[in-house]
């Protein structure tokens, strides 16, 4: 099968909230579960050894365990999330955990980039915004991807930017790798040009 | 056309299609690195779509994450750490095979980690677009090649189209004047210059590290610089080709020779940023200030000179990782006790790297109770140090001298911390339970590990330079 992501327009879902700024790839996904050769089955350990006590039963202290977290599918976490390595691993992990959304005031690039590949939204809000979210868990959210904005309960509304062509993708279910392959010929173009120059 | 910056040309000089409002640009890549972990996905992508790798002569894969750095048992087998990564491996050597890629695998003399392997066979040049399923990709920037890591779907655009889909970046000069001082490195400038910055300082730039300091410095110096370049958040650095790139390039295998060399250094002396490029954000750092440097929490940013009190936490967060850490605000790194010390990694696992611990270690014994590994970034490397006798030095001072790969630096081979050790580390991530669950880990040179390793504590190379040691 190829790797088109389905169609997304909108993610509906009350927020869990990581407050930690600079969670990065490794708290989401640690290298010891990278020698998988798949994308599947990496939810389990999504957030490891933040989310599991000493003997294997889930931590209560880890926010995203607690009652008004599950089913959670928005997570708005700190400052800087999914720095670090590039593991693609790590959206596969969280959307495999069953978060469909990411908000945060700064995402690390190569994770975003990483994410809105795979059908996992990652939206940047400004501080203020951020604030108030990290401070109201649990706030019914219904992100709209073609208006590009966030529906508080409350009837307000929060504005974010999506790159029109991420926009375009994750509305569409686009695969960006059909769209390079249809490049052929300027590609070709190309590497006739820069042979000719070497 | 107006002042350029070196990240301007090497952008413009890629552009297949530039960008439009609606549109990415699409970005050609002249070298693709492959390694096992970030691949097998893409190759499956592939093969499901009937593709084939576009320019198998662009692409080059080594072995490096997964392996162990043990030799193999009296039985002939490879002591993977787990069926998985020995399974990993296998899979690539298979891809390979299929689609008619170039591996620096286990027979070859050449094998090594992927940012110290690729440039050591001559495989990275200046003017280049370098890209591989791995974030410190940014070390071929040393060499005025614009690099940076990318994930596995990339990875797979860039097997079956050589392209890539990209909004440019901003560009962030980090200018440093001055010389540093003896006994401070270059691990130590991109600690400062990333505590200085922040761990997210660079998101959405290119850095370009300019001035006196840098021009000083020795390739494998430059490249232990630029590797850190996504620890500021940014994914790529840069340094300007000049005549210690040509220098140390020229004649390994994968280089131009004959009128081609001539050919490519006069259009690789027309890179650097022309006179009065602008930036979009500039800093100026001060080579002379900097002391050695270590980190004291869980992020690269958080930086202190080895003899400076830990800073009291700003917030809550903080407070978190000094907790981790077991380190107490108002107090030095200096001092603490240390169970672990690695020397490797494509920050600090290169030929130079290897001989500045020894000079340390040399006559020396490594401190009881301390565990030391050393582990050569390459095959190559590994290899120059054995001819330099450097391996017995190590062993001699009781240091474990193992076989070329990323090992404790991400630590999912086998080679870990247990819970609550400290680790003094040449690597380039500090992560919570990024060198084994719970494993406490200080950044720092070279110089700074082989000293910690001999004190038992975290301590200042500089007490054992120039000492006479008796033998």
């Not at chain 2, 689609?99 to 392997?117: C, E, K, T, Y």
């Not at chain 2, 200030?289 to 800073?311: D, E, F, K, L, R």
Request: hydrophobic share 40%; net charge negative.
């Amino acid at each position: 099968m190829s790797q088109t992501t389905r169609p997304l327009a909108y993610v509906h879902s009350r927020t869990a909230v990581l407050r930690d700024e600079n969670i990065d790839t490794d708290r989401i996904i640690p290298a010891r579960f990278l020698t998988t050769t798949e994308r599947t089955g990496l939810g389990r350990h999504c957030f490891q050894d933040w989310r599991y006590a000493a003997d294997g039963s889930d931590d209560p202290a880890f926010p995203l365990n607690q009652p008004q977290a599950r089913g959670c599918s928005i997570l708005v976490a700190g400052r800087n999330f999914g720095c670090g390595s590039s593991r693609e691993h790590a959206p596969w992990a969280l959307l495999d955990y069953g978060i469909q959304a990411v908000i945060s005031n700064e995402i690390a690039d190569i994770f975003r980039g990483n994410a809105l590949k795979n059908g996992l939204l990652a939206i940047v809000v400004s501080d203020a915004e951020h604030r108030w979210l990290l401070d109201n868990p649990g706030t019914e959210l219904r992100i709209d991807i073609a208006e590009g904005t966030i529906r508080l309960p409350d009837g307000g509304s929060i504005r974010f930017d999506l790159d029109a062509f991420s926009r375009h993708c994750l509305l569409n279910g686009v695969d960006q790798l059909g769209f390079l392959l249809q490049q052929a010929d300027d590609i070709a173009a190309f590497e006739h040009q820069q042979e000719k120059a070497a | 056309m107006s002042a350029r910056t070196l990240f301007d040309k090497l952008w413009d000089a890629h552009q297949v299609k530039a960008e439009t409002e609606s549109t990415p640009g699409v970005l050609y890549i002249d070298l693709h690195l492959v390694h096992e972990v970030t691949s097998p996905q893409a190759f499956d992508e592939l093969r499901s779509r009937g593709l084939r790798v576009r320019r198998p002569d662009r692409t080059l894969a080594t072995l490096d994450h997964s392996t162990p750095t043990l030799p193999p048992g009296a039985d002939g087998k490879r002591p993977y750490y787990t069926k998985e990564a020995e399974a990993q491996v296998a899979t690539l050597e298979a891809n390979v095979r299929e689609f008619g890629v170039d591996l620096m695998g286990w027979d070859s003399p050449q094998r090594g980690i992927v940012h110290v392997a690729g440039p050591e066979v001559g495989a990275t040049h200046p003017g280049m677009t370098i890209v591989c399923g791995d974030s410190h990709t940014a070390t071929h920037g040393a060499f005025g090649a614009l690099a940076f890591g990318i994930g596995t779907t990339e990875v797979g655009h860039v097997l079956a189209t050589q392209c890539l889909l990209q909004r440019k970046p901003k560009s962030f000069a980090i200018h440093v004047d001055g010389a540093l001082q003896a006994g401070v490195t270059a691990k130590d400038l991109i600690l400062h210059i990333i505590g200085r910055i922040g761990i997210g300082g660079g998101t959405g730039h290119v850095l370009e590290y300019t001035g006196e300091a840098i021009r000083a410095l020795s390739m494998e110096e430059r490249m232990t610089v630029c590797n850190m370049s996504i620890e500021a958040g940014a994914r790529a650095g840069l340094i300007a080709p000049d005549e210690t790139t040509f220098a140390w390039l020229e004649g390994r295998e994968r280089a131009p020779k004959g009128d081609a060399w001539d050919r490519a250094v006069a259009y690789w002396r027309t890179l650097p940023s022309d006179e009065g490029a602008r930036y979009d954000r500039e800093v100026r750092i001060d080579a002379s200030a900097i002391q050695p440097s270590v980190t004291y929490g869980t992020h690269p940013g958080m930086v202190v000179p080895i003899h400076a009190p830990v800073p009291a936490a700003a917030d809550a967060i903080e407070q978190r990782a000094l907790d981790y850490m077991k380190v107490t605000a108002g107090k030095p790194i200096a001092g603490e006790a240390v169970d672990v010390v690695f020397i490797g990694s494509c920050t600090n696992g290169r030929l130079s790297d290897l001989r500045a611990a020894a000079d340390i270690l040399r006559g020396r014994q490594v401190a009881e109770g301390v565990r030391m590994l050393v582990v050569p970034g390459s095959e190559q490397v590994r290899r120059a140090a054995e001819q330099e006798g450097l391996h017995e030095v190590f062993r001699a001072a009781g240091a474990e001298w193992r076989e070329p790969g990323c090992s404790m630096c991400i630590a999912m081979n086998g080679d870990l911390a247990q819970p609550g050790q400290l680790v003094v580390a040449t690597s380039n991530r500090n992560f919570e339970g990024r060198q084994g669950k719970g494993a406490r880990t200080v950044l720092a040179s070279p110089l700074v590990a082989a000293a910690s390793a001999v004190a038992g504590r975290v301590a200042d190379p500089r007490e054992y330079m120039n000492q006479e040691v008796a033998a």
